[in-house]
């Protein structure tokens, strides 16, 4: 276990809700945003791990892992209940719903 890429990961992932929240659009259903944010973790996550210098499906599947379960535990114990996600969110949708 490289022990750098977890903390990295986790320190992504605890912020990661806001960059997902940049991306995601008021005006696109819930399952189309959930795409995105998926999409955008997976890009995240390859990134991170190419940036330590590494970049292997262990260590990509290691740093995925983190990155997922940082972001949604953030998400869902501060972003959600301050309502910061979908403040920021609609600030940036193209279209407002």
């Known amino acids: 276990m490289n022990e750098q890429l977890v903390q990295v990961s986790a320190f992504i992932g605890f912020f990661f809700p806001l960059l997902a929240a940049l991306v995601k659009q008021s005006g696109l259903s819930q399952r189309v945003n959930a795409l995105i944010a998926a999409g955008a973790a997976v890009v995240v996550a390859v990134v991170t791990t190419a940036q330590q210098g ?26 959600k209940p301050t309502g910061i996600d979908g403040a920021l969110k609609d600030a940036t949708s193209f279209k407002k719903a």
């Not at 590494?54 to 972003?79: H, R």
């Open 54 to 79: 590494d970049l292997t499906l262990e260590n990509w599947g290691q740093s995925a892992i983190v990155l997922f379960t940082v972001a949604v535990a953030s998400y869902s114990g501060f972003y």
